[in-house]
C-alpha cells in the first residue's frame, strides 16, 4: 500500500482518550483470596487507588465524556468500598452467608464473621485487583449507557505503589 494511502487509513481511525487518576480515587479495604489447592491468605488490606480512560471520538460538545461527571461516578464508586470488608461471593471454595446482622465467610475449618455494615458482597470470584477493576469498570459501563462516540474503557486498580492490574472492555455503539 502506498504510503499515502496508510495515512489516510490511520487519520480514519483516530480516537480521543481522557484519563482519571486522582488522588480522591481511592479507597482502604480489606479483603483476602484464594488459591488453587484450597489455599486462602490471611485477612488483609491496602490502600487502593483508582485510574479510569475512556475513549472514543468527540461528542457534539467536543469531549469524550466531562471530566467532572467521570471523577463523581468514580469517587461514589471508590466510597462505596473505602473502609469495607471485600467479600467475593461467586468463589467456589467459600461458603458466604449473610443477614441483616453479619457476613459469614466459611473457608475449611476457618469461619470469618464481619457486621453486615462492614462489608461489601462482590458478584467477583476472588478479589484480586484483576477481578476488582473488572468489577468498576462494568459498573462505569453501566452508568456510561449506550454512547454511540466511546470505544473502549480502561480501569486500573493498583493496590500498592507498583503493583496494580488493568482491565479493558471495548464497548459497541448503540443501535
Known amino acids: 500500500m502506498p504510503a499515502g494511502n496508510s495515512r489516510a487509513l490511520l487519520s480514519t481511525m483516530s480516537t480521543f482518550e481522557i484519563d482519571v487518576a486522582k488522588s480522591e480515587l481511592s479507597f482502604a479495604a480489606g479483603h483476602f483470596i484464594t488459591y488453587g489447592g484450597g489455599r486462602c491468605e490471611r485477612l488483609h488490606g491496602h490502600n487502593y487507588r483508582v485510574a479510569v480512560r475512556i475513549s472514543g471520538e468527540l461528542n457534539e460538545d467536543g469531549l469524550v465524556y466531562d471530566f467532572v461527571a467521570l471523577k463523581r461516578r468514580v469517587s461514589a464508586l471508590v466510597a462505596d468500598l473505602d473502609h469495607k470488608m471485600l467479600v467475593q ?80 472492555r471495548t464497548l459497541t455503539a448503540g443501535p
Request: hydrophobic content about 40%; glycine content about 6%.
Open 89 to 168: 461471593t461467586e468463589n467456589r471454595t467459600l461458603g458466604v452467608e449473610a443477614d441483616d446482622r453479619e457476613v459469614r465467610v466459611l473457608h475449611g475449618e476457618y469461619t470469618y464473621v464481619f457486621p453486615r455494615r462492614d462489608v461489601v458482597l462482590l458478584p467477583v470470584e476472588n478479589t484480586t485487583a484483576e477481578m476488582l477493576a473488572e468489577y468498576l469498570a462494568g459498573l462505569l459501563v453501566e452508568e456510561l449507557g449506550e454512547r454511540s462516540n466511546l470505544a473502549a474503557i480502561v480501569v486500573e486498580v493498583e493496590e500498592s505503589p507498583g503493583q496494580s492490574a488493568t482491565f479493558r
